[in-house]
T-cell receptor, first 116, second 110 residues
Framework: GAGVSQSPSNKVTEKGKDVELRCDPI?????LYWYRQSLGQGLEFLIY????????KSGLPSDRFSAERTGGSVSTLTIQRTQQEDSAVYLC??????????????FGDGTRLSIL | AQRVTQPEKLLSVFKGAPVELKCNYS??????LFWYVQYSRQRLQLLLR??SRESIKGFTADLNKGETSFHLKKPFAQEEDSAMYYC????????????FGTGTRLTIIP
């Protein structure tokens, strides 16, 4: 497809369960980002990938959160032992190579995660 | 640390009136500034970026380094401008993450 694709679009799960969120970036985009948007909050950075490596994981809120990227393409964000405060919209974005100033990030539709 | 401030959570403007959405930032280096927009039931999308010095859908934004501002302006509001607007900052080199403001919901009154 032409844009960033995220799945699932909605996820409802019970507290304590693990969840996996998937992001398929735009073809050719080597940079990939995960953000979180909680109710009433702005977008909060979680992690950034350049290729398969993650030079910036500074936004991951706890060790329950992890992410990986394989083949320089698809990324998964995993939340273990989910808590109610994890409820949010998780957004993925991709962009062209690092170091090219002015390259915008293109966003997916997000995954709305609800923890019961 | 860099920070982006959008002082108005909500802004209502009559159709045909001028619009100004405020954005201030704190960062000691040379930032890249962006405006993103999210229309109802659509994904977040880039509106414009300071480096391009462009006008998109009648909107412009000028980076004022002295005032550390990047306000978004349009001389005549249209109903289709109703949306959520986010100002965002990125370091010029190195760290690629975007730091977003909390957003301003713009409503155009017919």
């Amino acid at each position: 497809g032409a844009g960033v694709s995220q799945s699932p679009s909605n996820k409802v799960t019970e507290k304590g369960k693990d969840v996996e969120l998937r992001c398929d970036p735009i073809s050719g985009h080597t940079a990939l980002y995960w953000y979180r948007q909680s109710l009433g909050q702005g977008l909060e950075f979680l992690i950034y990938f350049q290729g398969n490596s993650a030079p910036d994981k500074s936004g991951l809120p706890s060790d329950r959160f992890s992410a990986e990227r394989t083949g320089g393409s698809v990324s998964t964000l995993t939340i273990q032992r989910t808590q109610q405060e994890d409820s949010a919209v998780y957004l993925c974005a991709s962009s062209l190579a690092r170091g090219q100033t002015g390259q915008p990030q293109h966003f997916g539709d997000g995954t709305r995660l609800s923890i019961l | 640390a860099q920070r982006v401030t959008q002082p108005e959570k909500l802004l209502s403007v009559f159709k045909g009136a001028p619009v100004e959405l405020k954005c201030n930032y704190s960062y000691s280096g040379s930032p890249e500034l962006f405006w993103y927009v999210q229309y109802s039931r659509q994904r977040l999308q880039l509106l414009l970026r300071h480096i391009s010095r462009e006008s998109i859908k009648g909107f412009t934004a000028d980076l004022n380094k002295g005032e550390t501002s990047f306000h978004l302006k349009k001389p005549f509001a249209q109903e289709e401008d109703s949306a959520m607007y986010y100002c965002a900052l990125r370091w010029n080199f190195g760290n690629e993450k975007l730091t977003f403001g909390t957003g301003t919901r713009l409503t155009i009154i017919p």
